[in-house]
């Protein structure tokens, strides 16, 4: 299913296919045959009023309502199981084109959208929009069926009585119109809560540990409480407001037997209306008008819907890096790759700089190291390195090929990054080593565990290779989800290495087993490192010294010490023993 335009209604329906069809085609003849049976009736009764009573009539009658009544229910079933059937495989492609969307978005766009502001729109959204669409199209064939078919039927017996079953119509429509005029800014606004709530919740939820050691109460996180308080106010106003045009309109639809049943028999009192013609008014007429309240919920649900859509379509217009056209994978450099920057500048939003005019090059088979103060631009070189930021300016390489031209799918499988946040998915150790490499045999992880410095303590685990870790690895340490981590990225061997100064939140033992495992990461391949403790990368072949975005030195760690006053400043601040000078 191809999306490649914003998301309206109308373009739901058409990607829900023949399902659409079947589901509008079957619902109105559902409704056709609710008639049936009250026209099967009137017929009755009339040939009941005559001389000559034909009782084959009347058994044909119940038959031909029986069957009508039965095939009603029949086609009820096959209307909402196409629409549901439409609607989830809507929701399935829906969930898949947002995916990819996402795949593809920068980094910028996920500082803007937290991760309960998307999950809220893959997940509540759309499933909010495919119970809509299951439950309003034939909701909405019925609701405009209905009233057409019994008015017809009125002005088949008697014009009169139908106008007189539809004189309250006009006042209900004013009446609720009353209450939605505002419906869509308190769509809107209903919306706002619900995210606010959900993001509130998920603060809390992730400071609980912190709210704990404090001793604190659940209720004294304001911001949360205060934020579900707010609900409360906004509801009762909404009542409030709508109250009074709902009820009339509620009551308006349901009444017009107050002017159809009176008239009607004041009509049959002068000889102007048969009695059973008056009969299959009472019938008919409520039925005219009760289908309103169903198609009012329904447009009603569509007003709401239209925030999702809006969220949808948020992410649906993102922008996205961009992707080259199909190449020869044979043309693509090989080997030991060399990532190169060339004047390479990149701007923040709401902020004058992240990189300006930056131009270095790794190198091909050793440690290139890069350093500098808290907000220098370390980070964004290794995020403009990996992709999930391009670049405003300049050009940045990989064996000579700008990023930007390889096919992602293959550049990624040049490049493996060891950050300092790690992430391990709820499975064993084994399932976790595999993902960076599906083919390795047994051997092969295991020499990646034993390089990485991993695989005494996996082997001390419960189940060794198969211990379930937990979500994201909370059965271990830090240290040995780092570790993990490392054996990983060696595990899949790629030719460059990206290091997001894998040591920063280690204890000192397990620090000196991940520096042995960095070590074996470093051989034989192109290593960039982003260092925040310069012990770690005093022996490194090259480094690059970067203040405010710019590059301000460049050269080995004695050079540096000479030539380059911020690095000698960032040494100083180190102190003897090299303790950590920033996070980030």
Not at 232 to 241: D, G, L, R, T
Not at 315 to 342: C, M, R
């Amino acid at each position: 299913m191809n999306i490649s335009e914003p998301l309206r209604f109308i373009l739901l329906v058409k990607l829900m296919g023949k399902a659409f069809w079947i589901s509008i085609l079957t619902a109105i003849i559902s409704t056709i045959m609710t008639l049936v049976p009250i026209w099967i009736l009137y017929l009755m009764v009339e040939e009941l009023t005559v001389a000559t009573l034909s009782l084959e009539l009347i058994y044909s009658c119940l038959a031909v309502a029986f069957i009508a009544m039965l095939l009603r229910w029949g086609l009820i079933v096959i209307s909402h199981v196409s629409a549901h059937h439409g609607a989830l495989k809507l929701a399935y492609h829906l969930k898949l084109h947002l995916t990819q969307k996402l795949g593809l978005a920068p980094l910028s766009f996920f500082s803007a959208h937290t991760a309960s502001d998307l999950r809220k729109v893959i997940n509540d959204d759309i499933a909010a929009l495919e119970g809509f669409l299951a439950h309003f199209l034939p909701d909405v064939a019925s609701a405009l069926t209905l009233p057409i078919v019994g008015l017809s039927l009125l002005l088949y017996v008697d014009a009169p009585m139908a106008f007189i079953a539809i004189l309250l119509l006009p006042v209900a429509i004013w009446c609720q119109w009353l209450s939605m005029r505002r419906s869509a800014e308190q769509a809107r606004q209903w919306g706002e809560l619900q995210i606010n709530i959900a993001q509130k919740v998920s603060e809390y939820i992730r400071g609980i540990a912190v709210i704990k050691s404090f001793g604190l109460r659940s209720d004294s996180f304001r911001q949360l409480s205060q934020t579900i308080r707010d609900v409360a106010p906004w509801v009762e106003n909404y009542c409030k407001k709508n109250m009074f045009g709902w009820n009339c309109f509620n009551c308006l639809l349901s009444s017009n037997l107050v002017l159809v049943a009176p008239i009607g028999a004041w009509r049959c009192y002068q000889g102007d209306l048969a009695p059973v013609d008056w009969l299959l008014c009472l019938l008919v007429a409520p039925v005219i008008l009760q289908p309103f309240l169903r198609l009012v919920f329904a447009l009603t649900e569509q007003a709401q819907r239209q925030g999702s859509l809006d969220r949808l379509n948020q992410i649906v217009n993102a922008s996205q890096i961009t992707v080259p056209h199909v190449i020869d994978k044979a043309s693509l450099p090989t080997g030991n790759l060399v990532l190169s920057f060339s004047h390479v500048s990149y701007h923040y939003d709401h902020q004058k700089s992240g990189l300006q005019e930056v131009t270095f090059n790794t190198l091909p088979h050793g440690l290139t190291a890069i350093v500098g103060p808290s907000g220098a631009g370390k980070t964004t070189i290794a995020r403009l390195a990996t992709r999930l930021l391009d670049c405003d300016q300049g050009e940045v390489t990989l064996g000579g090929l700008n990023i930007q031209h390889w096919p992602l799918e293959e550049l990624f499988k040049q490049i493996s990054m060891v950050s300092q946040n790690v992430y391990l998915f709820n499975g064993t150790v084994m399932e976790n080593l595999l993902l960076g490499r599906p083919d390795a045999n047994i051997e092969q992880v295991i020499a990646a565990t034993q390089a990485a410095c991993a695989h005494e303590f996996i082997l001390s685990l419960p189940q060794g290779y198969d211990t379930q870790i937990g979500e994201n690895g909370a059965r271990l340490s830090g240290g040995e989800r780092q570790r993990l981590s490392i054996a990983r990225t060696l595990l899949r061997d790629a030719p460059l290495l990206i290091l997001d100064e894998a040591t920063a939140y280690a204890d000192s033992e397990n620090e000196w087993l991940i520096q042995q495992a960095i070590s074996s990461l470093c051989n034989g391949r192109s290593v960039l490192m982003i260092a925040h403790r310069l012990k770690t990368i005093i022996h490194a072949d090259q480094i690059i010294v970067v203040d405010q975005g710019k590059v301000v030195g460049q050269g080995r760690h004695d050079e540096l010490l000479l030539n380059c006053p911020c690095y000698c400043q960032l040494w100083q601040d180190a102190g003897l023993g090299g303790e950590k000078i920033d996070d980030h």
